[in-house]
């Protein structure tokens, strides 16, 4: 497929330089199905990005337009704040009926805002107030968001750089198989916890990704998972899982935490939990953890309330019977096998590893600049993929959850060339 750069002026003289994703596919896109999306001239690419993970379901999935659609003619409430509306009260129930109670999770459930940092930002505040404690420990590789309090608990020194005044009340640890395990679980942290000179203020909170997209695709293993779940309830401290890209059933069960079989006291969650990629954040937290005063948290946009039906009808369509789980833990299998391929027919001197669990995966390059080169040739082929990893070294491949077996080999097919033919 031959791609003619489209005319971006008026994107290039009216948008700021900040624009990143543009950039590195240099299309005008119109319109888009399901795993498809289609630029102005006519050209396919088939989504292995999904929104970054805000579109699990696909784009434009007719289940949720059908009941976004209703809504809008019926005139619907729109906006809401945190008034209460037929919406909002439907989301809940369902929320309730179809997560929570069939897994014994007793959360709260609080709209901080339209995205993940909004959710990032209360579930820290809310740790603080409840400890009253200001320290957070997040871990090496983390991404939590934008906004000051989220940038302070990630790692990217590049994305730190741009907040312009000191981060601070953020002490990071090394994620798992951060020292490719040479060093005990958890050494560090108990030292430093332990010793009245290691300067470390006793934390309100550990915030932590199960599996790091943004950092890389680095996969927490379940014991991990449950070893630092138990040093947090030894050491009174908060574990907060950040599920806002691996939740939603990136990682196949709902919750990407369930593997491990733990109950964070916090989940933050966005992007897919509004079904149809309507701005849509939780924070999720234990009833004695909700010491809130009416008010003292709040914002304009944590009531969107088309976001509630979708979300609503989405958790109806995809997650009642089970079977979306499977299919995602099956589609996994077939990306595994796929990536595997590929790493045998390169070797272990060109590609790094391969990585990741349901719908997540990623594939390391031992040249960095590799992994940006597959990504734009791909493009150029017809698909979308990103990179991550601190120097963008990692391939991520983020397909909808509802990509057909068929979908995802064309995709990969893709893929294995870009590889082959950046080598």
């Known amino acids: 497929m031959t791609i003619t750069p489209p005319a971006l002026s008026v994107f290039e003289t009216l948008e700021s330089e900040v624009r990143s994703y543009c950039r590195s596919w240099p299309a005008v896109f119109d319109r888009a199905q399901g795993s498809y999306l289609y630029d102005e001239d006519g050209h396919t690419y088939l989504d292995f990005f999904a929104g970054a993970g805000a579109l699990n379901y696909g784009h434009n999935n007719p289940v949720l337009k059908r009941a976004l659609i209703d809504y809008i003619e019926r005139d619907g409430i729109t906006h809401g704040l945190d008034m209460g509306t037929t919406a909002k009260r439907a989301f809940l129930e369902t929320f309730q009926n179809v997560l929570l109670r069939p897994r014994d999770l007793p959360y709260k459930v609080m709209f901080p805002g339209p995205t993940g940092t909004n959710a990032v930002e209360s579930a820290l505040k809310l740790a603080r107030k409840v400890k009253g404690r200001e320290s957070i420990v997040s871990f090496t590789n983390a991404f ?11 790692g990217n020194a590049f994305k730190r750089a741009g907040a312009g005044i000191p981060l601070v009340h953020g002490t990071p640890m090394p994620f798992d198989n951060y020292f490719d395990g040479t060093v005990q679980d958890f050494l560090w942290f108990e030292r430093l916890l332990e010793d009245q000179g290691s300067g470390l203020n006793t934390p309100a909170a550990v915030i932590v990704e199960t599996i790091q997209g943004e950092g890389g695709i ?5 014991e991990w998972l449950r070893a630092l779940a138990d040093l947090c309830k030894r050491r009174d401290m908060l574990l907060i899982v950040d599920d806002i890209q691996m939740g939603c059933g990136r990682t196949g069960p709902f919750f990407s935490f369930e593997e491990a079989g733990i109950t964070p006291d916090i989940v933050t969650l966005s992007k897919s939990i509004g079904g149809y990629g309507m701005p849509m954040s939780l924070c999720l937290f ?17 009531g969107n309330n088309p976001a509630f039906v979708t979300a609503a009808a989405a958790l109806d369509a995809y997650w009642s019977d089970g079977q979306m789980e499977k299919q995602t833990l099956a589609r996994g299998e077939q990306v595994e096998q796929a990536l595997t391929a590929i790493l045998d027919e390169h070797g272990g001197e060109s590609i790094v590893s391969i990585r990741g669990r349901g719908l997540v995966w990623g594939m390391e390059f031992a040249d960095k600049s590799r992994a940006g080169a597959v990504s734009k040739r791909a493009f150029e082929l017809g698909l979308l993929v ?38």
């Open 386 to 423: 990103e990179t991550s990893g601190p120097e963008s070294e990692v391939v991520k491949l983020l397909p909808p959850l509802t990509v057909s077996p068929d979908e995802l080999d064309e995709g990969l097919r893709i893929l294995a060339r870009a590889v082959r033919e950046t080598a």
């Open 144 to 154: 939590h968001g934008m906004s000051l309090g989220s940038l302070a608990v990630t």
């Open 286 to 302: 234990k009833p004695e953890l909700d010491i809130w005063e009416p008010g003292e948290h709040n914002g304009t946009f944590r």
């Open 218 to 222: 680095n996969v927490a293993r379940p």
